[in-house]
């Protein structure tokens, strides 16, 4: 019977993924604070997926949240 070896598990690793960090957390206000606003509302959830959900953080993919509309 394979039992797991307590020794070898990492308590700190289940919670460091349920917890979100600090940064996460201001920049997730600041994106629904940003959405309140009527024109802005569509720009704050494109950021929101590339910064948060996928966790993009160069100018490139900022970029392109922001003016994705712009030709």
Known sequence: ???P???DE???EDSLTKVPTVASAILGQFFDELAKDEE???VASKLRK???D???FDEPS???AIFSDAS
Do not use: F, H, Y
């Open 40 to 42: 802005l509302g569509k």
């Open 10 to 12: 990492d308590p700190m």
């Open 54 to 56: 996928e966790g993009a």
């Open 1 to 3: 019977m394979n039992t």
């Open 50 to 52: 590339v910064v948060l």
């Open 62 to 64: 900022i970029r392109a």
């Open 5 to 7: 070896n307590v020794e």
